[in-house]
């Protein structure tokens, strides 16, 4: 049990907007500590999708978007493709854990 | 281009100590803007951190697996590695290294391939 919270899935139909939750607590995203959101595909390795929160990595394309308020984030993917279909991971630190932490993982199936 | 490479047994006996080396190409471990971590994923689950060094050989440890964890790191090499002693089934995963923007930031802008490590008698 991760205590960065996400949806195990979440789905949507291409073209639509889907967003992918992150919830945390006061130790971790409501401690103040950034978030950041990583892609993987499977059988490859993670990738980096958004830092900081709301950065965007060079290559990442504007369609995904990152906010956090409080103790949780949000990721949102607008303008959903095929190829959106992968899992999402968030992380922060955990000052209670003293560790980096990561979510549970939503999957994202594109209808 | 910067790239990282896990290397290791694959196979490792349980109660034994399983290593593996991260060799970076591209870059240089010794630079001091990155840190460079370990994190792994079981089969079917998600991702856990390890614990990640910085080219002074300062250390930081998941709390969860420090007593068993040692990450080194070797100039010389340009490479980092990693030790877990008393392996049971539950370590087997696939083993990541990468590289950390910030100081355990967690902002992992490149990755290996993943080095799958299966522990089993």
């Known amino acids: 049990q991760s205590v960065l919270t996400q949806p195990p899935s979440v789905s949507g139909a291409p073209g639509q907007r889907v967003t992918i939750s992150c919830a945390g607590s006061?130790?971790?995203?409501?401690?103040?500590?950034?978030v950041h959101w990583f892609q993987q595909f499977p059988g490859t390795a993670p990738k980096l999708l958004i830092s900081?929160?709301?950065n965007r990595p060079s290559g990442v394309p504007d369609r995904f978007s990152g906010s956090k308020s409080g103790t949780s984030a949000s990721l949102a993917i607008t303008g959903l493709q095929a190829e959106d279909e992968a899992d999402y991971y968030c992380?922060?630190?955990?000052?209670?854990?003293?560790?980096?932490?990561f979510g549970g993982g939503t999957k994202l199936t594109v209808l | 281009q910067l790239q990282l490479q896990e290397s290791g047994p694959g196979l490792v006996k349980p109660s034994e100590t399983l290593s593996l080396t991260c060799t970076v190409s591209?870059?240089?471990?010794?630079?001091?803007?990155?840190?460079w971590g370990w994190i792994r994923q079981p089969p079917g689950k998600g991702l856990e951190w390890i614990g990640s060094?910085?080219?002074?050989?300062?250390?930081y440890y998941n709390p969860s697996l420090k007593s068993r964890v040692t990450i080194s790191v070797d100039t010389s090499k340009n490479h980092f590695s990693l030790k877990l002693s008393s392996v049971t089934a539950a370590d087997t995963a696939v083993y990541y290294c990468?590289?950390?923007?910030?100081?355990?930031?967690?902002?992992?802008?490149?990755w290996g391939q993943g080095s799958l490590l299966t522990v089993s008698s």
């Open positions: 990468a590289r950390d923007l910030g100081a355990v930031a967690g902002i992992y802008d490149y």
């Open positions: 591209g870059d240089s471990v010794s630079s001091r803007y990155y840190y």
């Open positions: 060094i910085f080219y002074t050989g300062t250390a």
């Open positions: 006061s130790s971790n995203l409501g401690a103040g500590y950034d």
């Open positions: 900081g929160n709301i």
């Open positions: 992380q922060s630190y955990d000052t209670s854990l003293s560790a980096l932490v």
